[in-house]
């Protein structure tokens, strides 16, 4: 139940990323659903590595919108046009 909950933050707030990114954002409904459902997972993880969390415990939904806007922004950074 705990990873499901992840990726539920993180398809929010991958569309809430999207939205307050500046710049055309990645093509696509499942593409930013993905980078937000991995900038939760990685907000989650890099939070519990770092001792913000206890293991067990999700970064919660702003942490997951704030991983969410870095992985857009470094997927803008890798992908210019």
Known sequence: MHLIWIILIGFVAGLIAKIITPGSGPGGFFLTAALGIGGS????????MLGFYTPGQTAGFIGAIVGAV?????YHLAFRR
Request: glycine share 8%.
């Open 70 to 74: 870095i992985l857009l922004a470094l």
């Open 41 to 48: 997972l990685a907000a989650t993880f890099l939070g519990q």
